[in-house]
């Protein structure tokens, strides 16, 4: 069975910087988008708010992320990177990577991200 693994995740203060990684324990036949998504606190699991995915068409942003975050991939290594820079306060979640294949959707586990002074 597939599963992604998240890291990268930290504390950091506003302004900082961070980079988030996704590997998948194996080769994901029939992706057609990737991507990361969040938690803000105090919303639940279901309430997840885009972040940034790869389509077939490019990359898209939420809008509260544009110009500060860069997604990417590696798809050799079937790995995907979120690189965050000017970091906010209200960047404070936890953030999912996902896969989404033609044999269904994948999801790694989460990791926190806070950012604080």
């Known amino acids: 069975q597939v599963q992604l693994v998240e890291s990268g995740g930290d504390s950091v203060q506003p302004g900082g910087s961070l980079r988030l990684s996704c590997a998948a324990s194996?080769?994901?036949?029939?992706?057609?988008?990737v991507g990361w998504y969040r938690q803000l606190p105090g919303r639940r699991r279901e309430q997840l708010e885009l972040v940034a995915r790869i389509l077939k068409s490019g990359p898209v942003y939420g809008n509260s992320v544009k110009g500060r975050f860069t997604i990417s991939r590696d798809p050799d290594k079937e790995s995907l990177h979120l690189q965050m820079d000017s970091l906010k306060s209200e960047d404070t979640a936890v953030y999912y990577c996902?896969?989404?294949?033609?044999?269904?959707?994948?999801w790694g586990q989460g990791i926190q991200v806070t950012v604080s002074s």
């Open positions: 194996m080769k994901i036949a029939n992706i057609y988008t």
């Open positions: 996902n896969f989404g294949a033609a044999d269904g959707d994948y």
